[in-house]
């Protein structure tokens, strides 16, 4: 029997259909197995372990510290893999930007699926990959352990160099800046600009600082801003909304310039990198070095790179701090995975670990009040080394960073004012 038209016209879009849902089905799929659970931030925490077991993920940061490759290898890694089913890659780097210009080729180039799915970022850079959009969703206030043991309302941890953070990115460590010198040659460490600028002059060539926009370089003029130029207050509005900044500055570099002709080498070059600060001061060539991890100074010791005679110390009025963080990327291909090895990062046992100088001894990113008296116990028990100050001393001398937005300012001034004078 011959059948009529319509039939067809209606089987064919029966066909049809068949065919852009099996499709659908298919990339969905797909999705799936690259992306873990599209609703990943509202499933329940069981299902978002279930989906993490047995995924590898990536985690991007600095690798220029042996005691944080040290951490992340030997601490983290295992006890992630053994706990959780998570295995953590580390994938070094020698400066963060170069996580960043990674992404923002990737999201040019369409890429949904990355090769990050962990990074260890602050300050310009958060800021930065904000505006790029690089940066997945507010997962964070979703992390049991941030919900159970980080201050999420303190000012420290709810702004980035002054850049909210709005719950996409996780507060994984604080540092605070701090002077490194040798007790045996320098009796009286110089604790304020002032006294630093008059040490300089009667030592001439032990002192010397990292060339910005050097991490530990750029640090050490913020700080000599807020010294110089009547403290930090008047620097936590946005740089847009400073009237007469130049004039104000001015200080800085007339500071700056004062000291160069004292500085190692007579200021004519200087340390490209705080690591070759470090060498300097290693060998002798200066007295005094610095950075922006208190315990790093111990854990030279500890190698046998520093000398035992090594101490550090904050100025009178405060040195720089700030908090770190781990952020999961747009195109992560295991956020279930980097949740979980995140939150294991913020527990209180690998905080307590991070801040042994046996592991790292980083500060940590958790608040120590909301710990058990058994943690507090642990925490109390470490021991630091004589090269690192007492937490207290450390917390009573902290003054917060400028916002973002100022680095640039500073970085690009410190080469027209000082650099080429």
């Not at 042996?66 to 030997?74: A, G, L």
């Not at 963060?96 to 699926?113: C, F, M, R, W």
């Not at 300012?409 to 004012?417: N, S, V």
Request: aromatic share 12%; glycine share 8%; proline share 7%.
């Amino acid at each position: 029997m011959k059948r009529p038209k319509f039939f067809y016209l209606i089987a064919g879009f029966f066909i049809l259909a068949i065919f852009l849902a099996g499709c659908a089905g298919q990339k969905g799929n797909e999705q799936g197995k690259s992306a873990g659970h599209p609703n990943v931030l509202k499933a329940n925490w069981q299902d978002v372990l279930s989906q993490a077991k047995g995924q590898t993920v990536n985690i991007y940061l600095y690798g220029g510290s042996e005691s944080t490759n040290n951490y992340i290898d030997n601490w983290v890694a295992p006890r992630l893999k053994k706990q959780f089913g998570v295995q953590l890659n580390r994938v070094p780097v020698n400066d963060t930007k170069d996580i960043i210009n990674k992404l923002v080729s990737e999201k040019q180039a369409g890429k949904k699926d990355g090769s990050i799915d962990v990074m260890w970022i602050n300050g310009e850079n958060f800021l930065m990959s904000k505006k790029n959009n690089l940066l997945w969703d507010s997962f964070s206030p979703k992390l049991p352990n941030v919900k159970k043991y980080v201050n999420q309302n303190s000012p420290a941890i709810k702004n980035d160099f002054g850049e909210p953070t709005q719950g996409v990115e996780a507060p994984w460590s604080q540092a605070q800046f701090v002077f490194t010198y040798d007790s045996n040659k320098v009796k009286h460490p110089p604790k304020s600009a002032e006294a630093l600028k008059q040490w300089v002059k009667q030592h001439p060539g032990k002192f010397t600082y990292p060339a910005p926009p050097d991490f530990t370089g750029s640090a050490f003029i913020r700080n000599m801003l807020y010294e110089t130029t009547g403290g930090y207050k008047q620097y936590l509005k946005p740089l847009d909304k400073q009237t007469g900044l130049d004039n104000i500055v001015k200080a800085l570099w007339n500071y700056l310039n004062a000291i160069e002709p004292y500085l190692w080498r007579k200021g004519e070059t200087y340390p490209e990198s705080a690591s070759k600060l470090d060498q300097l001061y290693a060998s002798g060539a200066v007295w005094l070095t610095m950075g922006y991890d208190p315990a790093h100074a111990a854990n030279e010791v500890k190698d046998g790179r520093f000398p035992k005679s090594t101490r550090t110390f904050v100025l009178k009025d405060g040195t720089l701090s700030n908090t770190s963080y781990l952020s999961i990327p747009f195109n992560s291909p295991h956020k279930a995975a980097a949740m979980v090895a995140i939150n294991f990062m913020l527990s209180p046992k690998a905080q307590i670990a991070k801040s042994d100088p046996e592991n790292w001894g980083a500060l940590m990113a958790i608040d120590p009040n909301k710990l058990s008296s058994k943690g507090q116990k642990q925490l109390n028990a470490i021991d630091r080394g004589k090269a690192t100050l007492p937490s207290k001393v450390l917390a009573n001398h902290r003054v917060p960073e400028i916002p973002a937005g100022y680095v640039d300012y500073l970085e690009k001034g410190w080469m027209e004012h000082v650099a080429k004078h």
